[in-house]
């Protein structure tokens, strides 16, 4: 883990709106489908499972095919799930959600990208890159674009 990506993390524990939530995020837990996996011949790939989605309150894997992948449970619908790069556009800080705005928020500037990833206020201009996601059966699956 590289200085930025550490200052990042830090950042997003200070916004969490709790510590378990932060602790269970950071923990080897959060990251134990971090593996890279292959891509089913539908294209979608195993990002995590959804029994750590819902310990967790999200899954972050570093390693998918599709890149950085960043999976929350939508907060107007649990039953379905929203995935998308967590890679900020504006300087490339990793955003994290945050519950209490609703909104995935960069800790190192400070933007804040609403639920499908577009910016709600910047410094950052560009939205994030969003995926194709899905539960099925224990599993979240994610395709990318």
């Excluded at 929203?82 to 190192?108: L, R, Y």
């Excluded at 709600?120 to 194709?132: E, F, M, S, V």
Aim: glycine share 10%.
């Amino acid at each position: 883990m590289n200085r930025r990506e550490f200052i990042g993390w830090v950042g997003v524990g200070s916004l969490a709106s709790s510590l378990p939530l932060v602790i269970a995020a950071c923990s080897s837990q959060t990251n134990s489908s971090s593996t890279t996996t292959s891509a089913r011949t539908d294209g979608f790939q195993v990002a995590g499972s959804i029994s750590d989605l819902d310990k967790n309150g999200q899954l972050f894997n570093e390693e998918s095919a599709a890149g950085k992948v960043l999976v929350i449970k939508d907060p107007g619908n649990t039953s379905k799930v929203i995935a998308v790069n967590p890679t900020c556009t504006h300087k490339g800080c990793i955003v994290g959600w945050n519950k209490d705005q609703n909104a995935f928020v960069c800790p190192c500037h400070g933007s804040k990208y609403a639920i499908d990833g577009k910016v709600i206020n910047g410094p950052a201009d560009k939205p994030l890159a969003t995926y194709t996601a899905k539960v099925e059966g224990n599993e979240v699956l994610v395709k990318g674009s």
